[in-house]
């Protein structure tokens, strides 16, 4: 009897279907494994700052990004035991640091050290940079900081003059105007971070760290803002690193000195609502994870006549 294979177009359609169903799960299993692996770590601040703010809205902006996977740690409260404190760096890309307090145990500073070291990310925002003043490795990593012991004898400071950045060796340590809307200017147009962002964009009330201190060793100055001396009548004269490209062994360091919020803050402060902090954190985040940014700009990106924030 000849066989027939009245099914074969069934059979077919369940192969096809069978192939589709493995390709698709296969992609969608691609694109979260491809997923920028976030370690937002916080937990301590001085008085001067409130971490729970802070970090709280960082870990939104960060995870409006759909391509990123935000894992949040939290250290020990200040005075603390720290001893036991050793997060786990293993299949995390980049580590956005949000913390100003105790110091860490031997063992986590040096597996810290070999993550970034190794060519993980990290991205450190405002008074992280105060943080950390006896730690060789974490002040190259952060390039300049300021406040914690960084006196006029802690390396030269960045400043940035028609034509480019120069070190300064005056004395004069950290300080910073009080809050204020000022302007911000990118200095690195063709930067991932930088691309495509307007020239000038003014950021509301916040604190412009000015005399930052350290290394300032492989430091790409990325955009500089001056103290508004018709606003505030203490500031620098010059133009001070705001968001610096910093290199450490292989890994990419996005210093953002942006953020200032403290307790009498609630989540609508606008240092850290406004578009330009979102974007260049989200942006800066990427960029120090994998190298490049494939995030569009959004349309409500401040320019220099007026602050945007959400
Ligand atoms: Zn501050």
């Not at 974490?138 to 960045?158: E, T």
């Not at 034509?163 to 991932?192: C, Q, W, Y």
């Amino acid at each position: 009897m000849k066989r027939s294979f009245p099914n074969s177009n069934l059979l077919t359609r369940i192969a096809v279907a069978f192939l589709v169903g493995l390709t698709l799960c296969s992609c969608s299993m691609k694109t979260s494994e491809s997923n920028v692996k976030v370690m937002l770590l916080t937990g301590q601040s001085s008085k001067y700052h409130d971490w729970e703010l802070s970090s709280a809205l960082m870990e939104k902006h960060l995870n409006a990004v759909e391509s990123f996977d935000v894992v949040k740690v939290v250290s020990p409260a200040q005075g603390e035991d720290m001893s036991d404190f050793a997060p786990s760096f293993d299949g995390i890309d980049v580590v956005v640091l949000d913390y100003e307090g105790d110091g860490w145990a031997e063992a986590t500073k040096a597996a810290f050290k070999r993550f970034v070291n190794d060519g993980g990310g990290l991205v450190v925002v405002h008074a992280t940079d105060n943080s950390f003043a006896d730690w060789e490795a974490f002040n190259l990593m952060i390039g300049v900081g300021g406040w914690g012991g960084r006196g006029n004898d802690f390396g030269p400071k960045i400043h940035w003059f028609e034509g480019g950045a120069k070190l300064l060796n005056t004395p004069g340590s950290a300080m910073h105007p009080p809050k204020h809307d000022f302007e911000i200017v990118s200095r690195a147009p063709e930067h991932p971070i930088m691309k495509g962002l307007p020239e000038k964009w003014l950021h509301p009330n916040d604190e412009i760290y000015s005399r930052l201190r350290g290394p300032a060793q492989n430091v790409t100055v990325l955009a500089t803002a001056k103290a508004d001396l018709t606003k505030v009548s203490k500031g620098t004269e010059n133009h001070e690193p705001m968001l610096m490209d910093i290199r450490y062994g292989k890994g990419r360091v996005f210093h953002n000195t942006l953020g200032h919020c403290n307790k009498n803050d609630d989540e609508s402060v606008s240092s850290l609502n406004c578009v330009g902090f979102i974007v260049t954190l989200q942006r800066g985040t990427e960029w120090a994870a994998t190298g490049q940014v494939t995030q569009p700009i959004p349309t409500d990106f401040p320019g220099a006549d007026a602050v945007s924030v959400r």
